[in-house]
C-alpha cells in the first residue's frame, strides 16, 4: 500500500448476503450473526444479514439478495422445499451458495456448493447415549420449529442412542412454538406435571 496501512484496504470488497430462518431476538441466531459480522470486517467483506422464521418470508429475502446482485450467499434450509429452489435460483445466477446449520441432506439437490453444520441423527445419537450413560429412562425432546425435519432427525437419533445402551427407555417429542417463549416455558411445565415419570429433557 502507499501507508495507509493494512486492514484489508488492498482486498476486493465483496457483498455477500447470509439468510437464515432465525427468529428476532434468538440469543443463539444473535452469536451466529455477530460472528459472520466479526468474519466479514476482517476480510473486507460487506455482510448483509437477513431472517425470518416464516418458510415463504425467508425465500423471498433470499429472492432479494439474487435481485441485489450479491457476490455470494449463506442459507439455511430448514424447510428445504422453500429454500431450496430459490438458492438453487442464486446458483443459475451465478452466485456462490453454502448452507449452514440445516439442510445437510438437501444441499447438493439444490446445487450448493457445501454445507457447514452437521448431521442431526449423529449428533442426536451421541446425545442418546450420553444420557443412557446417565440413566436416563423418560427423555422429553423439544422440538421448537414445527416441520424443520433436522430437529425430528435430532430426536430420532436420541431415541436410537439412548435405547442402544437402555432398551426400554424412551423417548417423547414434545412440540412448542419457539417464537413464544411465555408458550413455551408453560407446554413443558403441563407436559411435566402430567408425565412425572420424564427424568430428562
Given at each position: 500500500?502507499?501507508?495507509s496501512g493494512g486492514d484489508g484496504v488492498d482486498t476486493p470488497r465483496y457483498t455477500v448476503a447470509m439468510v437464515s430462518h432465525g427468529a428476532p431476538g434468538d440469543t443463539f441466531w444473535d452469536l451466529v450473526r455477530a460472528g459472520a459480522e466479526d468474519a466479514a470486517k476482517k476480510d473486507n467483506i460487506d455482510l448483509r444479514y437477513s431472517s425470518s422464521p416464516q418458510a415463504p418470508d425467508q425465500a423471498n429475502l433470499v429472492q432479494n439478495a439474487i435481485d441485489?446482485?450479491?457476490?455470494?450467499?449463506?442459507?439455511t434450509m430448514p424447510t428445504p422445499e422453500a429454500i431450496g429452489p430459490?438458492?438453487?435460483k442464486a446458483v443459475k445466477a451465478g452466485i456462490p451458495v453454502?448452507?449452514?446449520n440445516s439442510g445437510m441432506d438437501y444441499y447438493?439437490?439444490?446445487g450448493l456448493s457445501s454445507f457447514f453444520g452437521q448431521d442431526e441423527s449423529v449428533a442426536g445419537q451421541q446425545a442418546g447415549q450420553r444420557l443412557g450413560k446417565d440413566g436416563a429412562k423418560k427423555v422429553l425432546c423439544v422440538i421448537h420449529e414445527q416441520g424443520n425435519p433436522s430437529q425430528e432427525a435430532r430426536c430420532g437419533g436420541i431415541k436410537k442412542g439412548l435405547q442402544e445402551s437402555n432398551p426400554s427407555a424412551s423417548v417423547e417429542n414434545l412440540y412448542v412454538n419457539?417464537?413464544?417463549?411465555?408458550?413455551v416455558q408453560s407446554t413443558v411445565q403441563a407436559k411435566l406435571a402430567q408425565d412425572r415419570s420424564i427424568d430428562w429433557i
Open positions: 500500500g502507499n501507508g441485489s446482485k450479491v457476490d455470494g450467499l449463506a442459507v430459490v438458492a438453487q453454502v448452507g449452514l447438493k439437490k439444490y419457539g417464537m413464544d417463549l411465555t408458550s
